[in-house]
């Protein structure tokens, strides 16, 4: 039977804009606080418990995805993540909520986002970015999806009711979906596209590294840091887009909430957008790229008193924020191999989950002191990105030294 890529990825977004689901999570923190007469905080650090984690599931559902277990994962973290939801709307305590939706909905999220991410683009040698910004939009459109069903079904039957419906919805939507995906198998080459050509120590040949190794070469660490540098002004925006429209820019809490739409909306095109301009225009061309927007978005921010500056700056940073967990994924294929690529990713999604801890925390730290404006945040933005667009230079001269240098890497 001829393998269809293209089902086995919209089956793939399908089951991310489920697993997606997982930033919508401050639709129900508010209700949350007021089931258990507790605060906001302390309802917020199951989400913390969530993101804290997640490189750890990402390694697991890796690891069964370079055996052939795509589906295995899939079924696996999607039966965690639907069981999590539910388990979540019959916690009694935030205690409960830290197990249950930070823990068991934390693993199976990771574990399904690895599965479909690392078969996706093992399915697309050929459109690599691409297939990666499509996977990955899913997973970052979770949130446009969900948040207004969520929101309809708090209102008509409570917060708690909501997250029992929408496990179950999650668990079954998943599972079916699921049973559509099939492994890429191993060598697989789509029909009429001829690999490139080994040169060097280039790695779009047949090059294949295992993590262990990857974690000894310096430029796993200029990726890893590149990866962190991309997600950190977009995980300072995720958590604080509404309380920024409406503290610097006179925002009604109805119109930030369409604010917050935009930037996912953003975040979710630019995934597919960056990912294949990245496959015309090479990686490093393309992080330069964003690199620089990031800087003149966090600039525009900065300066802007208008709502249109605010609007501007969240779509460009969404955009950005989008390209950067589209083109990773292909980068680390492309460095390290396609062998180990589940694993490998996982190690390097390291990256992403210090700008999930890190990013928050700087912009809510200087808003503290600053009376609540985030003007400086910005500014920090602003110098990382840069420092981000100078190591792209490293990263291209690591890149150049390894094309010209034999290799002694695992050949599969």
Known sequence: ????????????????????????FSIFAMPLTNVFHVTMPEIMMAFTINAAISPIPMILGGKLVDKGGAKTAIMLGGSMFGIGFILSGLATAPWMLYITYGVITGIGQGIVYSATIGNSVKLFPDKRGLAAGIVTAGYGGGTI????IANALITANGVQSALITLGITFLVAILSCGLLVKACP?????EGWTPPAVTGGSNKGGVNIPWNEMIKKPIFYVIASLFLIGALSGMMVTSNASVIGQTMFGLTPATAALFVSLYSLSNCSGRVFWGAISDKIGRTNCLMVIYIVIAAMMLTIALSTSVAGFAVAIVGIGLCFGGTMGIFPSIVGEKFGMKF???NYGVTFIGYSGAAFFGPRIANSVAA???????????????????????TFVFKALENKNQTSPTTSKVA
């Open 341 to 343: 690529y589940g694993v």
């Open 1 to 24: 039977m001829k393998l269809n890529r293209w089902r086995i990825l919209i089956a793939s977004v399908l089951i991310n804009i489920c697993v997606g689901a997982i930033y919508a």
């Open 145 to 148: 999806v969900i948040a207004p």
């Open 369 to 391: 002191a600053n009376n609540g404006q985030f003007t400086n945040a910005f500014y920090i933005a602003l110098v990382i990105a840069l420092v981000g667009f100078a190591l």
């Open 186 to 190: 191993v060598g697989f080459v789509p």
